[in-house]
């Protein structure tokens, strides 16, 4: 599907990605597997806020081939560079990160280069869930409005439909034991409280989705000349 948005970068085979929120490297990997097809990586800088996961990353970053690679223990709303990218990513990262600084990335691009955020939905059980600990979360919904309202040239598509079971989490009596481990992990919680477990056993099974977007965003210069 990139392919089919970004046909012809002129850098392509020599690529340079930034990704924010690069985390502990597992989908970073896969994703720069799966661009060998059409592209060359020459070089890969990755940010995140967390020591650890960088420490991890720096691990499964040590068979890329692309020729040089860093990675940056950075906050994506203060990182700053002169350094343009063709490729820039954000891979479920943007949760955080301001919607207006997607104009200072665009403004990092290439000429030809692309901006890609995949982002859950409202619609999400998992932003549901993380949103009623952190209200400040974005949400697709957000990257959005934001695009729209700044006039930015973008395409965006649904990227994950899929449904879940509601009966696999809980009952009108409140979560399963078995399903306890999936909210600790989702809420980043040892000890569930009363208020989610009331809000989980109330939800209706169509809020057990797991509803994405991902957004492809070009250059602001590329707007202007259309």
Request: proline share 4%; charged share 20%; hydrophobic share 35%.
């Amino acid at each position: 599907k990139l392919h089919d948005q970004w046909p012809d970068p002129a850098n392509k085979d020599h690529l340079h990605v930034l990704e924010i929120g690069c985390g502990d490297g597992a989908m970073t990997k896969h994703v720069l597997h799966q661009l060998k097809a059409e592209y060359k990586v020459g070089n890969y800088t990755g940010l995140d806020v967390s020591a650890s996961l960088l420490h991890t990353a720096k691990e499964e970053f040590h068979t890329l081939s692309s020729e040089s690679h860093q990675l940056l223990l950075q906050d994506a709303n203060t990182y700053q560079t002169e350094q343009k990218y063709d490729l820039i990513l954000s891979l479920n990262s943007w949760y955080g990160v301001e919607t207006n600084k997607i104009a200072y990335y665009q403004s990092l691009l290439t000429p030809t280069g692309i901006l890609v955020i995949l982002i859950n939905s409202q619609k999400n059980l998992i932003w549901q869930i993380r949103h009623i600990y952190d209200a400040q979360l974005l949400a697709s919904e957000d990257i959005e409005a934001y695009l729209h309202s700044n006039k930015a040239l973008f395409k965006q598509w649904p990227w994950n439909s899929k449904k879940w079971d509601r009966s696999q989490f809980c009952t009108t009596l409140g979560i399963k034991p078995e399903a306890v481990p999936f909210f600790q992990y989702v809420t980043r919680e040892e000890k569930l409280d009363q208020t989610l477990k009331n809000t989980v056993a109330s939800m209706p099974p169509a809020s057990f989705s797991l509803a994405q977007e991902i957004f492809f965003i070009y250059p602001n210069e590329k707007l202007k000349k259309d």
